[in-house]
C-alpha cells in the first residue's frame, strides 16, 4: 500500500470510531510513519505501534501475530482509543498521553514528559490549535498549579473588580 493508501485508510478508521481524522493521522504518523510492518523498541507492531499486551484488550481473540494487518492494526488501535476517549471524556489529550504512557500512569499522576510532549505533538501536527481542557487537565506544571486553577483565580479577580467597579 501506498502512504497516501494507507492515510486513507487511518482516516476511514477514524471516521468509523468517530474519532477526529486529523488527529489520527498525525498519532498514526507519529507511531509508524505510515509503515505497516513497523516494529518498536518495546515489541510494537504495525501502524499504531500497539503494544503486545495492549492487543488482546483491543482485538481480543486475534492473535497478535495479526498486527501487521492494517485493517486488524487500525481496529485495535480503533478499539483502544475509542475505550480512551471514553474513559477521559473525549479529551483527546488525556486519551494521546494514556496511549503512549499508559492509562495507569496518567490515572496516578505520574504520566512522564515523553507522553505529555506526545500528546501536543499529535495535537499540534492535527492543526489544532490548542485542546485547552486537555491540556489544562493534564499533570500540575512545576509550580503545583494546572492551568484551570490559575484561570479559575485570575476569573475571580476579575469578577470582584467588575462588580466593584459598579
Known sequence: MSKTEIQNLVVDYANGYGIDPAVAVAQIQRESGFNPN??????????????????????????????????????????????????????????????????????????????????KTIIANAGWQTDMPAIADSPEDESGLSIWAVAGILGAVLAVAFLRGK
Open 38 to 119: 513497523a516494529v518498536g523498541h518495546d515489541g510494537e507492531r504495525g501502524l499504531a505501534q500497539i503494544l503486545p499486551n495492549t492487543w488482546p484488550q483491543a482485538l481480543p481473540g486475534v492473535s497478535f501475530a495479526a498486527a501487521f494487518d492494517p485493517d486488524y492494526n487500525l481496529t485495535a488501535w480503533g478499539n483502544y482509543m475509542l475505550w480512551l476517549l471514553n474513559r477521559y471524556d473525549w479529551n483527546y489529550s488525556k486519551a494521546l498521553m494514556a496511549y503512549n504512557g499508559g492509562p495507569g500512569n496518567l490515572d496516578h499522576g505520574t504520566v512522564s514528559r515523553a507522553a505529555r510532549n506526545y500528546a
